[in-house]
């Protein structure tokens, strides 16, 4: 199966919260079943970005570390182009983030964004926020 990791999940591996402990749990349980962990390339962006402007709280190491668990898709003009016309009223990198998990064919999205949550399902794909 096809796991899609979306950056409001991969923060909360970089920066401790409420949901990390299980969201840690959650993705080595899918390791563990042969899910394939996946994101798009944005996801390396948005994540060095975030160690940029917050360096107190996210390492940059971290970011690699966790960066490297993942299998990174490159973004494809089709993305691009299906972004805007999903449902809801997504933020511009959200709705790719949800674009490229379609053409992926991801079989669940792994979010804590309710909106991204909600499009993810209305277009088909398995939500989840664990914790």
Do not use: F, W
Not at 16 to 32: F, H, I, M, T
Not at 114 to 123: D, G, I, K, M, V
């Amino acid at each position: 199966m096809i796991v899609y990791v979306d950056t409001s999940a991969v923060m909360k591996l970089l920066v401790e919260e409420g949901e990390s402990a299980e969201l840690a749990d959650y993705l080595e349980r899918c390791r563990e079943h042969g899910d394939a962990l996946i994101a798009s390339l944005l996801l390396h962006t948005e994540l060095h970005c975030a160690a940029n402007r917050r360096p107190e709280y996210i390492e940059r190491e971290a970011v690699s570390d966790v960066l490297s668990t993942l299998a990174l898709v490159d973004i494809e003009n089709v993305d691009l182009i299906t972004a805007p016309l999903l449902p809801g009223r997504l933020r511009s990198a959200d709705a790719i983030h949800l674009a490229t998990a379609l053409r992926v064919n991801a079989h669940a999205m792994v979010a804590y964004d309710t909106e991204l949550c909600a499009a993810a399902q209305a277009a088909g794909i398995a939500a989840s926020s664990p914790g």
